[in-house]
């Protein structure tokens, strides 16, 4: 094959690429970094409208991605180099809005760049731009945004799940090489389910929220989406380990993942697989069966498997909605039209108090969601409640987190359904509905033990062709068995790695 001809075919095949050959094309000059990032700013430019999933386009991406073509020498033993990613639009970055998803702040532009965001570029990434999002990180379907719903590239009648929707409909529909998302309540796991995407909840600890728009700080982790599970090792890589702009970041040893991860031999391991009937809810015939598929591969492969009982499992998500609530209720505070953000327009009449000024900023600056769930806060912290709910619920969640901890003394790995179906319709489940909550059953467990959690694709619904992934949850600090052994679920499932046929 001529030269020209060899770039022809890279260039047609780049969506096929795992981020490590990424790098390794760039590094033998096969490809520079800023056709890489013009190669997805047009397939922004070509898809965005009808996925709403991009909000804002670094403006300098392309003279950053020259710089780097220009000086390769000097950067080309990054992990990351030249990778373009998009962040949920929680991070900040200096020079870049960032906008939360809500109105509030919708022309804020941070002074400095997210600790998550510093590294990515440390490691040799471009940002690319951010995403649309849940408004605060707070829901399950992406409709909840100033900026409009975002559409799963799958179906677009239907959510690509939330709160990091945008983030995940973005690396499914081929607009950036991979995305970065929160989860404080299953935000990465959730909607990388829906758009066939692996992604992962870290210990909680092991990624710095320095500079990531707190929704509720005793949960909220950053997470990696991508299309395939080498993919999230090494951006997982790249942005854990201790940060002193963090207290709660963890001085523990992060691992070489990507090198290690290899699919695991699974003869003899313990598994458990929990209980599904014990959640307040229950789940579609489709997720049964995914999850009885990697049963049965998990034991042909000689793991021993058990069904586990979490018999205080149908308190996770009152316990969680009491905590994140409260805290996000002391976390939103800050938004008073005094400092950053959205102000009202007096329009020349001054309010007559200061209350008025605050009140009304907050009313016409938040949406409903963070409203409800302001005053649910407020309320569960207000004086002769606090013990009856904020203090109740924390001592639950110490007996989840042990009772967890009791379970990984015994299995490796605990094994879930990540939602209760497939994506849903953006006619379905109406925000403020208890059935719109109940869809965290599953997911928000990981969060209150602040135990890494992955999601790893596993098959598609023989009703409506969407993705079913799989949740893997194991001890604190062991993500290297959650990639292992989704590493194995991809090589044997084979429906990591799948696109829309329209995107490809
Ligand atoms: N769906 C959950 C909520 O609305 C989780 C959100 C998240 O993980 N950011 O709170």
Same mark, same amino acid.
């Given at each position: 094959m001529s030269t020209k001809c060899l770039l022809w075919w890279i260039k047609m095949d780049?969506? %096929?690429? $795992?981020l490590h050959e990424l790098t390794s094309l760039i590094r033998k000059k096969a490809l520079s970094v800023k056709e890489l990032c013009q190669f997805y700013m047009d397939r922004i430019e070509k898809y965005n409208s009808e996925?709403?999933?991009?909000?804002?386009?670094?403006?300098d991406i392309l003279q950053t991605a020259e710089n780097i073509d220009k000086n390769l020498n000097q950067y080309?033993?990054?992990?990351?180099?030249g990778i373009p990613i998009l962040l949920k639009d929680v991070f900040c970055t200096k020079g870049i809005r960032t906008t939360a998803g809500s109105k509030i702040l919708e022309n804020f532009i941070s002074p400095y760049s997210a600790e998550v965001v510093r590294r990515l570029e440390k490691a040799g990434?471009?940002?690319l731009g951010k995403c649309n999002q849940d408004e605060f990180a707070?829901?399950?379907?992406?409709?909840?945004?100033a900026f409009g719903p975002v559409y799963n590239?799958? %179906?677009? $009648?239907y959510v690509p799940g939330g709160s990091s929707g945008g983030s995940a409909a973005a690396v499914a529909a081929g607009l950036c090489a991979a995305s970065m998302g929160t989860d404080t309540g299953g935000s990465v796991r959730q909607p990388a389910s829906f758009c066939n995407l692996v992604g992962v909840k870290p210990?909680?600890?092991?990624?710095?929220?320095?500079g990531m728009i707190a929704y509720a700080s005793s949960l909220d982790q950053a997470g990696p989406m991508t299309m395939c599970v080498e993919d999230s090792a090494l951006i997982l890589e790249s942005i854990s380990g201790k940060d002193e702009?963090?207290?709660?970041?963890?001085?523990k040893e992060v691992p070489k993942w990507l090198h290690n991860?290899?699919?695991?031999?699974?003869?003899n391991m313990k598994i458990g697989f929990l209980n599904?009937?014990?959640?307040n809810t229950s789940c579609s015939p489709e997720v049964v069966q995914s999850l009885e598929q990697v049963k049965t591969l998990l034991q042909s492969k000689g793991a021993l498997v058990e069904d586990v009982s979490v018999?205080?499992?149908?308190m996770s998500v009152p316990v969680y909605y009491l905590i994140s609530t409260s805290e996000a209720s002391s976390n939103l505070?800050?938004?008073?039209?005094v400092r950053y953000g959205y102000r009202s327009d007096f329009q020349n009449k001054k309010p007559d108090h200061l209350e008025e000024f605050y009140s009304q900023t907050r009313k016409e600056g938040f949406g409903s969601e963070v409203k409800r769930r302001i005053i649910m806060g407020t309320y569960c912290l207000s004086s002769g409640y606090y013990d009856e709910y904020y203090n109740k619920a924390s001592q639950i969640r110490r007996i989840i987190r042990d009772h967890f901890v009791k379970i990984f003394s015994k299995y490796s790995l605990l094994i879930a359904p990540v939602?209760?179906?497939t994506a849903f319709s953006?006619?379905?489940?109406?925000?403020?509905t208890l059935e719109s909550y109940l869809i965290d059953s599953f997911t928000v467990s990981a969060n209150l033990a602040g135990l890494p959690a992955l999601s790893v694709p596993a098959c598609f619904s023989s009703a409506n062709q969407l993705p079913i992934g799989v949740q893997l949850i194991a001890s604190h600090f062991d993500e290297q068995t959650l990639f292992n052994t989704a590493l194995l679920i991809q090589e044997e499932l084979k429906a990591v790695g799948k696109r829309p046929s329209y995107l490809v």
């Amino acid at each position: 094959m001529s030269t020209k001809c060899l770039l022809w075919w890279i260039k047609m095949d780049l969506l %096929n690429y $795992k981020l490590h050959e990424l790098t390794s094309l760039i590094r033998k000059k096969a490809l520079s970094v800023k056709e890489l990032c013009q190669f997805y700013m047009d397939r922004i430019e070509k898809y965005n409208s009808e996925l709403n999933a991009v909000l804002t386009i670094n403006p300098d991406i392309l003279q950053t991605a020259e710089n780097i073509d220009k000086n390769l020498n000097q950067y080309k033993d990054l992990p990351l180099l030249g990778i373009p990613i998009l962040l949920k639009d929680v991070f900040c970055t200096k020079g870049i809005r960032t906008t939360a998803g809500s109105k509030i702040l919708e022309n804020f532009i941070s002074p400095y760049s997210a600790e998550v965001v510093r590294r990515l570029e440390k490691a040799g990434a471009v940002i690319l731009g951010k995403c649309n999002q849940d408004e605060f990180a707070m829901g399950n379907s992406n409709k909840n945004s100033a900026f409009g719903p975002v559409y799963n590239p799958w %179906n677009k $009648k239907y959510v690509p799940g939330g709160s990091s929707g945008g983030s995940a409909a973005a690396v499914a529909a081929g607009l950036c090489a991979a995305s970065m998302g929160t989860d404080t309540g299953g935000s990465v796991r959730q909607p990388a389910s829906f758009c066939n995407l692996v992604g992962v909840k870290p210990t909680y600890g092991r990624v710095s929220r320095y500079g990531m728009i707190a929704y509720a700080s005793s949960l909220d982790q950053a997470g990696p989406m991508t299309m395939c599970v080498e993919d999230s090792a090494l951006i997982l890589e790249s942005i854990s380990g201790k940060d002193e702009k963090d207290s709660t970041s963890s001085i523990k040893e992060v691992p070489k993942w990507l090198h290690n991860c290899q699919s695991q031999n699974i003869k003899n391991m313990k598994i458990g697989f929990l209980n599904k009937e014990e959640a307040n809810t229950s789940c579609s015939p489709e997720v049964v069966q995914s999850l009885e598929q990697v049963k049965t591969l998990l034991q042909s492969k000689g793991a021993l498997v058990e069904d586990v009982s979490v018999p205080i499992m149908n308190m996770s998500v009152p316990v969680y909605y009491l905590i994140s609530t409260s805290e996000a209720s002391s976390n939103l505070a800050r938004y008073d039209g005094v400092r950053y953000g959205y102000r009202s327009d007096f329009q020349n009449k001054k309010p007559d108090h200061l209350e008025e000024f605050y009140s009304q900023t907050r009313k016409e600056g938040f949406g409903s969601e963070v409203k409800r769930r302001i005053i649910m806060g407020t309320y569960c912290l207000s004086s002769g409640y606090y013990d009856e709910y904020y203090n109740k619920a924390s001592q639950i969640r110490r007996i989840i987190r042990d009772h967890f901890v009791k379970i990984f003394s015994k299995y490796s790995l605990l094994i879930a359904p990540v939602s209760l179906s497939t994506a849903f319709s953006l006619e379905e489940n109406p925000a403020g509905t208890l059935e719109s909550y109940l869809i965290d059953s599953f997911t928000v467990s990981a969060n209150l033990a602040g135990l890494p959690a992955l999601s790893v694709p596993a098959c598609f619904s023989s009703a409506n062709q969407l993705p079913i992934g799989v949740q893997l949850i194991a001890s604190h600090f062991d993500e290297q068995t959650l990639f292992n052994t989704a590493l194995l679920i991809q090589e044997e499932l084979k429906a990591v790695g799948k696109r829309p046929s329209y995107l490809v």
